[in-house]
Nanobody, 128 residues
Framework: QLQLVESGGGLVQPGGSLRLSCAASGFTLDVYAIGWFRQAPGKEREGVSCISSSGDTTKIADSVKGRFTISRDNAKNTVYLQMNNLKPEDTGIYYC?????????????????????WGQGTQVTVSS
């Protein structure tokens, strides 16, 4: 069974950091582009970042640029989202997703329909 599992979420104060992990079971991630999305209550799902299957191309949303970094370790079958200088508006459920199209395109990486497999999400709450 193909499955993505996110971890690393939690409660953090503004200015703090978290590292989210996206681990795969039942398949290997190294042929998939991986995206991170987030969804705040009452808002649409927002594309945050994408990394190509090889890791040589990444895309980051303007709202998190300079604070979030995406990376992957194909040997561990895991993708990471390092989040620094967190703000209250970063609060939401964070999802990772795998796309069989192996690259990240600025015109499409943020579109949920581009992705084939989704995790269940991990909650991130930024609050003092």
């Amino acid at each position: 069974q193909l499955q993505l599992v996110e971890s690393g979420g939690g409660l953090v104060q503004p200015g703090g950091s978290l590292r989210l992990s996206c681990a795969a079971s039942g398949f290997t991630l190294d042929v998939y582009a991986i995206g991170w999305f987030r969804q705040a209550p009452g808002k649409e799902r927002e594309g945050v970042s994408c990394i190509s299957s090889s890791g040589d191309t990444t895309k980051i949303a303007d709202s998190v640029k300079g604070r979030f970094t995406i990376s992957r370790d194909n040997a561990k079958n895991t993708v990471y989202l390092q989040m620094n200088n967190l703000k209250p508006e970063d609060t939401g459920i964070y999802y990772c997703a795998a796309a069989s199209v192996p690259w990240c395109n600025s015109a499409s990486y943020y579109r949920p329909t581009r992705y084939d497999y989704w995790g269940q999400g991990t909650q991130v709450t930024v609050s003092s």
